[in-house]
């Protein structure tokens, strides 16, 4: 019997496009921030006539409205002293989607998030063992930055965690499995930020869900076994990861600052120095402190491998946003990890509450050793997530 598509399928799949891409390996791909927003656009027809058959539904709560402000001011530092366009196109068409678009969870399709996350799994799973294994490149030759990357399938970890526990059908399963697969992924990309971040976030999880775990033998033995067996996978990985960094650790003690944690050390000390110097609103803009850089190495005050190396950032997003985007630049970014986890706390669904804390915890942890929020891909995954939380949280709240 042929099933017949109806015009609201088409609009909820269209409203959904944004969605799918977030959580789809697809975000990586050159400018996928323009195709998000190519992808927004797409939505306003529908949009246009519900509004006009009377569903005028917005939403204008502290969310929409932050997302309103952080992005006029963005576009203000950005015609003053320049901003990350990709970071403004992003945060522009997610408002807009957020506030005129996605104002309801029936939109959202478990089913499909379920097998477009096991897509997307499958496909990091090739791609980083095919990086890392088959053609041997070091994480410097990637065609991606490795550390975001980690960062996005984490995000997608969660949120896959999260989507089996919502999903009603047998395809929950397929986020299960696709968490795993995340997983896998994350250990064989040789991140060790992602990995410390990832652990405090476990440990947290398992508090937060301790009655259910006990209760779902299954869940329960399923995360033991593929835990261990990944491990066990990627133990070579892990084990030269853990003695690169006692060498390290070993080398700051002596005062050797010519290794990867030593030049983040040194980077951390040039910006916490930038900032105290000139603590601004809108700080230096997005390649103002260049200037001083260059300035430091010609006096001879940055020297070694610092000297030689890439300061475009550095490497602790507080910092990073500090000294190119001044105090709007920080209090934006606690404040998006600031109201999750403050609506997580609140939340009545158990399943929600840990995602609105789990998340945001563990972007805390990432942003100590990197730029996550500046990447597009990692932005878009994270606001589309709390996005999603926040709208079920209300909703459930009002039950």
């Known amino acids: 019997m042929q099933t017949k598509i109806n015009y609201e399928q088409i609009k909820t799949f269209f409203y ?10 697809l975000f990586l791909v050159d400018s996928g921030d323009k195709k998000l927003v190519v992808l927004i656009l797409l939505t306003i027809p529908f949009k246009l006539i519900s509004y006009f058959k009377g569903d005028k539904n917005l939403n204008i709560d502290i969310l929409g409205i932050s997302l309103i402000i952080f992005s006029f001011i963005s576009c203000y530092i950005y015609t003053t002293k320049g ?11 997610l408002t807009f989607f957020y506030i005129f678009i996605f104002n309801k969870s029936n939109i959202i399709n478990h089913r499909i998030m379920s097998c477009v996350l096991f897509i997307t799994a499958s496909i990091s799973v090739y791609n980083t063992y ?13 065609y991606i930055n490795a550390i975001p ?5 984490s995000m997608l970890l969660m949120f896959a ?3 089996f526990t919502k999903d009603t059908t047998k395809t929950r399963y397929l986020s299960l499995l696709s968490s795993g697969l995340f997983l896998c992924s994350i250990f064989i990309s040789d991140t060790r930020g992602a990995w410390v971040s990832l652990f405090l976030c476990s440990i947290i999880a398992m508090i937060i869900f301790r009655k259910s775990l006990i209760k ?19 133990k070579n990985n892990i084990s030269e990861r853990l003695e690169q960094t006692k060498t390290e650790i070993s080398a700051i003690s002596k005062d050797n600052l010519n290794t990867s944690l030593g030049i983040r050390i040194q980077l951390w000390s040039l910006g916490l120095k930038f900032i105290k110097e000139d603590f601004s609103l809108t700080g230096y803009g997005q390649k103002g402190h260049l200037n001083k850089i260059k300035q430091l190495k010609k006096h001879g005050k940055i020297k070694g491998r610092l000297a030689r190396f890439d300061s475009k950032n550095f490497h602790n997003d507080f910092i990073d946003r500090t000294v190119k985007y001044g105090l709007f630049g920080l209090s934006s970014l606690i404040f998006f990890i600031v109201f999750p986890l403050k609506l997580g706390f609140k939340s009545k669904d ?13 972007m805390i942890s990432a942003c100590m050793s990197y730029i996550s929020f500046s990447y597009s891909t990692n932005l878009a995954t994270y606001l589309i997530i709390i996005m999603i939380a926040t709208i079920i949280n209300r909703e459930s709240n009002r039950i």
Do not use: H
Request: aromatic letters at 14%.
């Open 130 to 142: 095919d990086f890392v294994f088959l053609s041997d490149i070091g994480r410097g030759y990637w």
């Open 83 to 93: 901003y990350s366009s990709s970071e403004i196109r992003t945060v522009l068409s």
């Open 216 to 234: 779902d033998k299954l869940l329960l033995s399923t995360i033991i076994i593929s835990t261990m067996i990944i491990l066990l996978a990627t």
């Open 161 to 163: 965690l999260f989507n």
């Open 149 to 153: 990357y980690a960062n996005q399938l």
């Open 350 to 362: 158990i399943e929600v509450k840990a995602l609105l804390i789990i998340t945001p915890l563990y």
């Open 16 to 25: 959904c496009l944004p969605l799918y891409w977030a959580i789809s390996g």
